[in-house]
């Protein structure tokens, strides 16, 4: 990940990312995860960049504090699932990220807890 939050931009690319379907939260505490995924991100890329509007705030109450950017991004992502029985396993490719249409985005910073600047 590489952000350049004064430019408003970041960069997400991961590969080979193993997901698990659990169906309910009560499972995803309570089960095993299986050994082998239900499907794998094989390559996701977002991109973040421009700034649109920002928010900066401090709540010492609640110890929160943060400063973000509303910008726009752009995402490319491929998902396989892996054959299981008389499943035959599936890939979606997304279109190129330069076409993808974005109405919202946001990256930014934040502070609490522990962290929160006193």
């Known amino acids: 990940m590489n ?4 430019a ?5 690319d991961a590969e080979n990312i193993p997901v698990h379907d ?6 995803s505490f309570g089960h095993v995860v299986p050994l082998v995924p239900d499907a794998v991100i094989d390559s996701l890329r977002i991109e ?7 928010i900066q705030f401090s709540d010492a109450t609640d ?3 943060g400063y973000f950017l509303e910008n726009s991004a752009t995402i490319e ?4 699932t892996p054959p299981s029985g008389s499943l035959h396993g599936f890939q979606f490719v997304s279109d190129p990220g330069s076409t993808s249409v974005s109405h919202f985005a946001q990256i930014g910073h ?7 600047p006193e």
Request: proline share 0%.
């Open 110 to 116: 934040d502070s609490n807890g522990a962290f929160f």
């Open 22 to 27: 659990v169906f309910t939260v009560a499972n």
């Open 3 to 6: 952000v350049q939050l004064g």
């Open 8 to 12: 408003g931009s970041a960069l997400l």
């Open 63 to 65: 110890r929160f504090a």
């Open 77 to 80: 992502v491929t998902v396989t």
């Open 48 to 54: 973040w960049s421009g700034i649109k509007d920002t």
